[in-house]
């Protein structure tokens, strides 16, 4: 399942950041990978301004559709899967893009979210891209996307990306890739994910041996109420 | 080492013929599966608790019992019995009773069971399952190990000088194992009471279960069991087997493909590659048990789930004669030559009564006649040393007496 991933960009050396591209786009070639593809160039020219390197993988959700649905029916993750959460575990940012299909962001971009464990994203930044045959669909990024993304606790840009057939050949729309990739540099650059899970990790909701969990021990609270009931005390 | 059969108790159809077994031939099915688990010299039966349809076990200790009456080595087991909506004073009577007309041949397996709608039907809240499990084992745990109890939780009403009947054959409560595979709170619950803990990690990669077997041996040690070695841990598992490895796949894959659980998912080759599902040859399956063994070390139970998928009772009994005569064996002895001399063996009953008394007089309980409460006064039974004592005593007196009248 090596053909999901693409291989890092970027030399290592300075400061160094890690940006994972999931793109729900399914042709080839896909607007929705160029509209990501534009994110990270620009990104990228704002990393090299501050002396920084940017690496991006790119997970061809496409590749992992059939993990993605026996996901859904069983539970079960494979490899790419588990491959794909591994990446976001260590990304220091996403850019997030899919096609718009019956007014609703493919069930391939929603079902990949779903099936990863809830606390993998938990403060990273992310930027949204969407694309869609009419500007009908314009608000299925704020109205929509969204939500998922707030009940996974990640920090989406202000700037939201849709691109319907117009918008391409338009110049405003280059400025909002632009906008959207200078917030999400922000918020890579300052490290809030970092420092989010540093001072608040145990505040969020988490499932015991997640992907984000350190993995030992140490992090099974032994002091909950529900550890006491375990060895003979009482809930009252 | 024990080696054993474990069925979810479900009525699937088979979808090679369509047929749909009936709840009758599948209960008398099972006790055949039974039999033969014996016979083929496995050690272990287990069944499950469901109370809804497409199950027909909802009382498993009567099925149990049954079982019990028609073989002579097995131990007898539940995968799992419901902990949360059970009544923690019925688990205790029942599976007192069976482990009294089994000779002890029998544990028990606690699980909470994920079927939501089951909860209300037993005035219950799934929504309070792990709260539910916790407190009615602590609660189960004290009335097999004390004649009288005081008790008084959140979800039961309270106990008051309550005595749960029969007492614990030889006075030494029935084996417990905590299954779980994702909840640290039942791993420490095991730990904590020096319990079993058993991963049924049938639909996972091994590795996932890994973490949790491994805190339950550190808070197993902690607790002062005994060292991580001495930790009493079991494995769950599924296998197709036949002696061609293409032939297990071309004859499990039509069931497997429309099983209720994985069906229309993952392809066969896929979903045994990932986890514990062994499909293949013999050897085959012999090679993928021992890689649990080298993830998880030594442990105590192996268990598979062989009726399953609609598979016809035939093919399930050709399975289990397989995996006695051929698979089992060798890895008996396989893992025989690996086991740490430290490791605990596979607990029976016979040998928590050696762990209880050594060489000592067993405690028999006998009640006293009844007095209408359990309140006052001492304990409602008359103990062992008692009864010993008085026989003892009525003995020599007797002898004495003849003694005198000879002279």
Redesign the interface.
């Given at each position: 399942m090596t053909s999901a991933f693409s291989e890092p960009t970027g030399t290592n050396e300075a400061e160094e950041f890690r940006v994972v591209v999931v793109n729900a786009g399914t042709s080839n070639p896909s607007s929705t990978a160029m509209l990501a593809d534009r994110v990270v160039e620009e990104l990228t020219n704002r990393a090299d301004a501050n002396g920084a390197k940017l690496t991006a993988t790119v997970i061809e959700l496409r590749d992992l559709a059939q993990e993605i649905a026996n996901g859904l029916v069983t539970g079960l993750r494979g490899e790419g899967l588990e491959r794909a959460s591994r990446l976001i575990v260590d990304a220091d940012a996403l850019v997030a893009t899919t096609p718009v299909y019956k007014a609703e962001a493919s069930g391939l971009f929603s079902g990949f979210f779903q099936v990863l464990d809830r606390d993998l994203l938990v403060g990273t930044p992310v930027v949204l891209g969407a694309t869609a045959g009419t500007s009908r669909h314009a608000l299925v990024i704020d109205g929509q996307m969204r939500s998922q993304f707030a009940y996974l606790r990640s920090l989406v840009a202000p700037t939201s990306l849709f691109a319907a057939t117009e918008d391409w050949n338009d110049p405003n729309f280059a400025t909002r890739i632009r906008r959207a990739a200078g917030e999400l540099w922000l918020l890579i650059e300052s490290r809030f994910a970092a420092r989010l899970r540093a001072t608040n990790w145990d505040t969020y909701q988490h499932d015991f041996g997640s992907a984000k969990s350190s993995g030992d021990n140490d992090e099974i609270d032994l002091s909950s109420d529900l550890m006491r009931l375990a060895t003979g005390g009482s809930l009252a | 080492m024990q080696f054993g059969i474990m069925s979810v108790s479900d009525v699937t159809r088979n979808p090679v013929t369509g047929e749909t077994p009936s709840e009758a031939e599948r209960i008398k099915g099972i006790i055949e599966i039974a039999k033969k688990t014996e016979e083929v010299g496995l050690d272990v039966f287990a069944v499950g608790e469901h109370h809804n349809p497409p199950f027909f076990s909802s009382s498993p200790t009567t099925l149990l019992a049954a079982i019990a009456a028609q073989t002579e080595r097995l131990i007898l087991t539940t995968s799992t019995t419901l902990i949360t909506t059970n009544d923690p004073v019925r688990i205790a009577e029942e599976y007192a009773m069976l482990q009294h007309v089994a000779d002890g041949r029998m544990d028990l397996m606690l699980g909470r069971g994920n079927t939501a709608p089951v909860y209300p039907w037993f005035g219950q809240d799934i929504r309070q399952g792990?709260?539910l499990a916790?407190?009615n084992y602590?609660l189960l745990?004290r009335l097999w190990r004390e004649d009288v109890v005081n008790w008084?939780?959140?979800f039961r009403t309270p106990l008051n000088g309550f005595t749960s009947t029969p007492r614990p054959l030889d006075d030494v409560p029935p084996f417990v194992w905590h299954g779980s595979i994702?909840?640290?709170?039942?791993a420490?619950?095991a730990a904590?009471y020096g319990n079993g803990y058993f991963a049924n990690f049938i639909?996972?990669p091994p590795e996932?279960s890994l973490?949790?077997a491994?805190?339950y041996r550190?808070r197993f040690e902690h607790y002062g069991h005994g060292t991580k070695k001495e930790a009493i841990v079991g494995l769950g598992g599924q296998a197709y087997i036949a002696k061609k490895s293409q032939d297990a796949y071309s004859e499990f894959r039509p069931y497997f493909n429309e099983a209720p659980?994985?069906g229309?998912?993952?392809s066969l080759e896929?979903?045994s590659q990932?986890?514990p599902l062994a499909v293949g040859s013999v050897q085959e399956v012999i090679d993928k048990i021992l890689g649990f063994h080298e993830l998880f070390g030594d442990y105590q139970r192996q268990l598979f789930l062989q009726d399953h998928a609609g598979l016809p009772l035939n093919m399930v009994l050709d399975q289990i004669e397989l995996l006695g005569t051929e698979v089992v064996p060798v890895v008996r002895k396989e893992l025989e030559g690996r086991r740490d001399p430290e490791s605990a063996p596979a607990p029976t009953h016979e040998l928590l009564v050696a762990k209880k008394y050594g060489d000592g007089p067993v405690r028999q309980p006998r009640p006293m006649a009844n007095r209408g409460d359990n309140v006052t006064g001492g304990s409602p039974y008359l103990d062992t040393d008692e009864v010993t004592a008085k026989r003892e005593a009525e003995a020599a007196a007797k002898s004495g007496a003849e003694a005198g009248a000879d002279a």
């Open positions: - | 792990l709260p916790l407190e602590n745990h008084q939780g959140k994702r909840t640290p709170e039942i420490e619950q904590f639909f996972w996932h973490r949790l491994n805190f550190e659980v994985y229309n998912g993952p896929q979903f990932a986890t």
